[in-house]
């Protein structure tokens, strides 16, 4: 079972993917239902979490039931017990919408939630990032998780979530970051999709970020939190949620 998971993974097209999860969740969370691990967002707990990556697998990552990986529990951890997103009324936009989150996010009374992409089959609205069909000053939350890799001008991307932020608005926007570099790296000279997945981490990357990510955010206006949030749970609980210990969560306000 796994292993036909491990392969519709890596050669599904994405939005055919999606569409096959919701059938094959259910079957997944019952198979590898245990206790060693438990994942945050269902509250459902399994014998292993399962296989995920481009390349070079991850083991017990990949939650059956909700698809979660460990930056999604993490971002959800954060998001229940160091904010008030569940509780509060706020105007919210989600770039890219990941399946772990859509359909709760979508159900929960106090949001105002709209969500885009240009590709996404979960998308409202379909945009470009870079040109957003947005009014000035628009949201109380944007979430960008695992967007901006993907975007040449990355620069132009930021400027526009920060426009359309609200004074005092956050942002949470997660990336693919090595933070043993101090300097984000690019290079379109490469563009061997598999040599590009191995330096990048997918084929489709465009840069592996450093720890000047944080800089950037600033450079455009952002107040940035650096959220090492791993450390303010307790290690037992880093296990058993899978979570990547070290893992920063960037959090931005806008003044």
């Keep these: 079972m796994k292993k036909i998971f491990r392969f519709l993974l890596n050669t599904v097209p994405r939005p055919l993917l999606i569409r096959l999860s919701y059938l094959a969740r259910p079957l997944l969370a019952v198979w590898m239902k245990g206790d060693r691990f438990t994942d945050p967002i ?5 014998k292993s979490f399962l296989p995920y990556g481009y390349g070079h697998q991850r083991s017990n990552v990949l939650a ?14 954060y998001l229940q017990n160091e904010t008030d997103f569940f509780t509060s009324r706020k105007k919210v936009l989600h770039f890219a919408p990941e399946q772990a989150f859509y359909q709760r996010f979508r159900a929960m009374a106090n949001l105002d939630y709209t969500t885009t992409d240009l590709l996404s089959p979960l998308a ?35 400027q526009e979530l920060f426009r359309v932020m609200k004074p005092g608005g956050m942002g949470i926007f997660q990336i693919p970051q090595d933070l043993s570099r101090a300097t984000t790296f690019e290079d379109d000279s490469i563009t061997d999709p598999k040599e590009r997945a191995r330096i990048f981490g997918q084929y489709d ?34 296990e058993r949620y899978g979570l990547a210990k070290g893992e920063v969560i960037p959090v931005v306000f806008k003044g």
């Excluded at 269902?42 to 399994?46: F, L, R, V």
């Excluded at 059956?64 to 951890?77: A, C, D, M, N």
């Excluded at 450093?210 to 939190?225: A, H, M, P, Q, T």
């Design 124 to 158: 409202d609205v379909k945009a470009d990032i870079c040109n957003l069909p947005f009014a000035d000053d628009s949201y109380d939350l944007i979430l960008c998780n695992h967007v901006l890799e993907h975007i040449p001008d990355d620069t132009k991307a930021m």
């Design 64 to 77: 059956p039931g909700t698809l979660s990986l460990e930056r999604h529990r993490l971002l959800w951890l």
């Design 42 to 46: 269902d509250g459902k707990s399994y």
């Design 205 to 238: 990357h465009v840069r592996v970020y450093g720890r000047d990510y944080f800089d950037k955010l600033r450079s455009i206006g952002f107040r940035v939190v650096e959220e090492d949030y791993t450390t303010r749970i307790a290690p037992e609980l880093v």
